[in-house]
């Protein structure tokens, strides 16, 4: 019973949100113009479900293909800098520094490079969600005890079987923790550069939408957006636990 009430929380959670959000823009008179009601975001999907399913399709697909490129670049690029102190002294500065640059700064760069559509999205995900990955990764392996790998090297393992064998596996719960972060960021990527530099996409439609006024089909992609990123947090949660069980004692591991 406890655990049926603690999945419905988040949904109960969300009917309350939209709730007071009705209630206030009614009893406030609040212009649809500035803040559309629940009700008329609903319609506004209903309506255009067609045109949107098709932006929304964009969008999901550009980000899993920046989001999987973020993720082999993000592991070995995370091991890489994980392996050796010095190498994680001298490159770690230096990821740091490129993520703190908005990214938004690049797509006009990409746009130079590669025009307009598809790619600006798909390099956008990638450079807004590998970092997390790198981090992550890299913080697993740099961590490895000493005393654990004296022992390890001690019973004959090289390099790569401490490697392979004990340092990939315990950086397991850090890598899945930082997907969760990181496949919400690449939505972010794709939706700048699609309001940016592309024809189609939630990003541009949305733009649209701006351009004609309509505001409730303006939250209405943001709806989808949530509601996409959410499901594949949600997935990843789930690979999570399946995966890395292990790392987790009592409740948390089987719910």
Not at 75 to 87: D, F, N, Q
Not at 118 to 138: D, E
Not at 155 to 167: D, N, P, Y
Not at 220 to 243: D, L, N
Request: hydrophobic letters at 55%.
């Amino acid at each position: 019973m406890k655990k049926q009430l603690a999945r419905l929380t988040p949904l109960l959670a969300i009917c309350a949100l939209f709730g007071i959000w009705e209630i206030v823009c009614v009893a406030f008179k609040i212009d649809s113009f500035i803040l559309p009601r629940p009700s008329a975001i609903f319609r506004s999907l209903i309506e255009n479900r067609g045109p949107i399913a098709e932006h929304s399709w964009q969008t999901l697909w550009t980000t899993i293909a920046g989001f999987a490129i973020a993720i082999g670049v993000g592991i070995l690029l995370g091991c890489v800098v994980g392996v050796s102190a010095s190498i994680y002294r001298t490159l770690y500065p230096l990821l740091v520094g490129f993520n703190s640059i908005p990214k938004a700064a690049f797509v006009p760069i990409l746009v130079v490079w590669f025009g307009t559509g598809t790619k600006p999205a798909i390099i956008t995900a990638f450079l807004l969600s590998f970092f997390p990955i790198v981090a992550n990764v890299a913080t697993g392996l740099a961590t490895l005890e000493p005393e654990l790998e004296d022992v390890l090297r001690a019973l004959g393992a090289s390099r790569t079987e401490i490697l392979m064998k004990v340092g990939l596996p315990r950086s397991m719960p850090l890598f899945f923790a930082s997907l969760k972060i990181a496949v919400t960021m690449a939505f972010v990527g794709t939706v700048v550069a699609e309001i940016s530099a592309s024809d189609k996409g939630i990003g541009y439609l949305m733009m649209s939408a701006s351009s004609s006024m309509k505001t409730d089909l303006m939250f209405a992609g943001m709806i989808m957006i949530s509601v996409m990123a959410m499901a594949m947090y949600e997935f990843f949660a789930w690979m999570e636990k399946r995966v890395t069980g292990w790392a987790y004692r009592g409740e948390h591991a089987h719910t």
